[in-house]
């Protein structure tokens, strides 16, 4: 059906064709597993990572779409230099394997996959690492002899009775590898709406869009007549026989099925919205509902009740202005990080764990490390199926941020990123699983145990250790020493003396194998002790936020006073003035995180008129401000000045 699907599409005639049959040794993979993998990320065309995924039997499960398979994301330039990046790992469902029916040559059947492998991976992280080799070199094969970057679409299996792995076709990836690179496009929900929708279903996003409609839910492809164009399909899963359907769709949602299966393939060639992968599609939403669908909030795809307003915006990139001033991007979510390296930036200024730790991890990091202490059964119980899987809980924790940092760091590698250790405050702290029974309850939690005070304290710095062990990780195993740890909140030199010297305890030492560790400059203890603090630490990032608030004296969580918080005032600018000029004096690096410079360009040009070295900024402000920037420093220039701090 798919062969002669493929000929009608693209007009070759049926018997035009020499058809033929191959006899060859069948690879068992019904003992063991098989999947598919791509050189290229499927959903942001990001061209340094494989994407693999992986179930139990013969692998025509996990091409329709009937299992949810077992999924890796691996760097590629540092897995050829001998490390081991795996920068995302997700275990999937597989609740099905196909195996050799006993009825006779030739015929299969499905079987339930027990429990207890279900909630195993396929294949080891050996296994998925030797596969994403191959893939390298199939991809630099293919490659050389087009003369061209080829990503490859590969289908690959392991035989249960031998143990090896084979790889069983190659072939160009048609989809991602063709999009306009100059083009930078995205989409974005409209917030108050999205906040108020209600959420029917979660599964694995395909691409980044968002598509509205209205919901039919087809059990079967000769229902065709019941859709009409632009409807939503809700289905199982899909297979060829649905691609007439699939024309008419604005988006496709499916119950089985991974970012390799055939409802995701053909929705990126068609360029519709898709999610897979849901398990209850079909049971939450409502035949003739209208629905969104939104893949534009990272991996995880979701559907909301009604039709909320979106906009996609669509920027030519063109040949951006080169500027002195580094144009850095900050990033909270991994998810997002391999869409955010196409902006032209020069890195990134600011990664943040804390939303790894409270969407991804969910948990309190004592918690795993002192399990008994957590006395609410339901909590024990959630943090228990969160952690299965793991030798030891808190191994959870280290692998799972060790992901999430190490994918941030793929996606702009070699460009630095500057990655801020945990800046949770004690109430933020205890919202997570388990987190009641071992933080304070202050007065104040934004003047309290927050930032460098926790990373030594016996109550935390345990906790701190599981920090320190995934940013290991990430330098030595993943090879990602792009890396720059940065120290939030510290408020003395000595105290600065004791997070190193924690850093140092768990193998992290300051100038070893190339590490920077930065500080945070967001205290006016900060500024005036600049020298001393730069005697210890590599670089500074300067925090707006708690600088405005601590140097005017004011709490920016307060609304009674939320009229006076204004980076642009004359004091705040004058501590700005005195950090940036005491790094220069002192040979560090200084730079600014903070949504100011692009909300005021005054401000942008008080910056680089005192040259600070760089602005990192939310992704969608970063090709405005380049502009702004660029547009500063040459009035600078034609001024006859430099912006390397412009006299008074």
Not at 541 to 549: A, C, F, V
């Amino acid at each position: 059906d798919r062969a002669i699907s493929y000929r009608q599409i693209n007009g070759f005639d049926h018997f035009d064709l020499a058809l033929s049959i191959g006899v060859q040794r069948m690879v068992r993979s019904d003992l063991a597993a098989s999947g598919v993998m791509f050189s290229i990320d499927t959903e942001t065309g990001f061209r340094d990572a494989v994407l693999l995924t992986a179930a139990y039997g013969l692998g025509e499960n996990v091409v329709q779409g009937a299992v949810n398979p077992d999924e890796w994301l691996i760097f590629k330039p540092t897995l050829q230099q001998g490390f081991e990046p795996i920068v995302s790992k997700r275990l999937g469902s597989k609740a099905i394997r196909m195996v050799l029916a006993d009825s006779g040559p030739g015929t299969t059947r499905n079987l339930e996959v027990p429990a207890a492998e279900r909630q195993r991976f396929a294949i080891s992280d050996a296994d998925a690492l030797q596969l994403a080799r191959w893939a390298c070199a199939i991809e630099r094969h293919y490659s050389a002899r087009r003369g061209m970057p080829t990503p490859m679409d590969i289908e690959w299996a392991k035989d249960g009775s031998t143990g090896e792995l084979f790889i069983l076709q190659a072939r160009p990836e048609t989809v991602e590898s063709r999009r306009k690179a100059s083009v930078l496009r995205s989409w974005h929900l409209e917030e108050a709406s999205r906040a108020a929708a209600k959420l029917l279903c979660r599964g694995r996003a395909i691409g980044a869009s968002v598509s509205s409609g209205r919901a039919r839910i087809i059990r079967d492809p000769s229902e065709i007549q019941r859709f009409s164009p632009g409807d939503l399909l809700v289905t199982e899963r899909t297979d060829p026989d649905w691609e007439p359907i699939l024309k008419l769709a604005s988006g496709v949602i499916t119950n089985q099925g991974g970012r390799t299966c055939h409802a995701a393939i053909i929705a990126r060639e068609m360029g519709i919205t898709a999610i897979v992968g849901t398990g209850d599609a079909t049971e939450r939403i409502a035949d003739g509902d209208a629905i969104t669908a939104s893949c534009c909030e990272g991996d995880e795809g979701r559907v909301y009740r009604g039709a909320l307003p979106f906009r996609m915006e669509e920027r030519e990139l063109g040949d951006l202005p080169a500027t002195r001033t580094q144009i850095l991007i900050n990033v909270g979510n991994p998810e997002e990080a391999f869409n955010l390296a196409a902006i032209p930036c020069d890195g990134v200024g600011l990664a943040r764990l804390e939303f790894i730790i409270a969407n991804h991890i969910k948990v309190h990091p004592m918690a795993l490390l002192e399990p008994e202490r957590v006395t609410d059964a339901g909590e024990r119980q959630a943090i228990a199926e969160l952690t299965r899987g793991h030798a030891h809980p808190a191994d959870y924790y280290v692998d799972l941020l060790a992901q999430g940092m190490g994918r941030i760091a793929a996606a702009f590698f070699p460009r630095p990123v500057i990655l801020r250790f945990s800046d949770f405050k004690s109430n933020e702290y205890a919202k997570l699983l388990g987190g009641s029974g071992f933080e304070p309850a202050e007065e104040n939690p934004m003047l309290g145990w927050r930032g460098a005070s926790r990373y030594y304290a016996p109550a935390f710095r345990e906790a701190f250790g599981l920090e320190c062990q995934a940013l290991r990780q990430v330098r030595e195993r993943m090879g990602l020493v792009n890396v720059i740890p940065m120290v939030p909140f510290c408020r003395t030199p000595e105290e600065g003396d004791r997070v190193l010297a924690e850093l140092a305890r768990h193998g992290l030492v300051r100038g070893e194998n190339g590490l920077q560790v930065y500080v945070m400059c967001e205290l006016p203890s900060n500024v005036i002790g600049a020298e001393a603090f730069a005697e210890r630490f590599d670089g500074f990032s300067i925090g707006s936020n708690d600088l405005t608030q601590l140097t005017l004296g004011l709490d920016r969580d307060s609304a009674l006073v939320a009229d006076l918080f204004d980076e642009r005032h004359a004091t705040v600018k004058a501590m700005i003035r005195m950090a940036i000029q005491t790094a220069k004096r002192c040979g560090r690096k200084i730079g600014i995180c903070g949504q100011a410079p692009s909300d005021h360009p005054e401000f942008a040009a008080f910056l680089v008129a005192e040259g600070i070295d760089s602005i990192s900024l939310n992704p969608d402000a970063v090709l405005n401000t380049r502009l702004r920037v660029a547009a500063i420093e040459q009035e600078l220039s034609n001024q006859g000045f430099s912006n390397q701090a412009v006299p008074r």
